[in-house]
């Protein structure tokens, strides 16, 4: 059993940047695929970025590549989300998630959730 917790959303304006911190507990995450996901109102959930266990593999989506960037500590086991040149349209709740699988990029994909943190991105 996984639990994950998210934090550091925020209200920020455009061109401005985020950090988002997802603090796991249970069990370590050093086996685990760790990802990121963000569903706006009215869509939804899509992915956003993964890295795997060893932090060496990284995979983000085409519509933030070169914008955020997934690290992992698992010493610590926490998973970030750095997020420059914000743009409206990243306006969602991010999730943070879990998966025992190589890599993943599907929601189906990911077995345990946090509850999600909000970021609104004004223009």
């Known amino acids: 059993q996984v639990q994950l917790v998210e934090s550091g959303g925020g209200l920020v304006q455009a061109g401005a940047s985020l950090r988002l911190s997802c603090a796991a507990s249970g069990r370590t995450l050093s086996f685990y695929t760790m990802g990121w996901f963000r569903q706006a109102p009215g869509k939804e959930r899509e992915f956003v970025a993964a890295?795997?266990?060893?932090?060496?593999?990284?995979y983000y989506a085409d519509s933030v590549k070169g914008r955020f960037t997934i690290t992992r500590d698992n010493a610590k086991n926490m998973v970030y989300l750095q997020m420059t040149s914000l743009k409206p349209e990243d306006t969602a709740v991010y999730y943070c998630?879990?998966?025992?699988?190589?890599?993943?990029?599907?929601?189906?994909?990911?077995?345990?959730w946090g509850q999600g943190t909000q970021v609104t991105v004004s223009s």
């Open positions: 890295i795997m266990w060893s932090g060496g593999n990284t």
């Open positions: 998630a879990s998966t025992p699988r190589r890599m993943a990029d599907e929601v189906h994909e990911y077995e345990y």
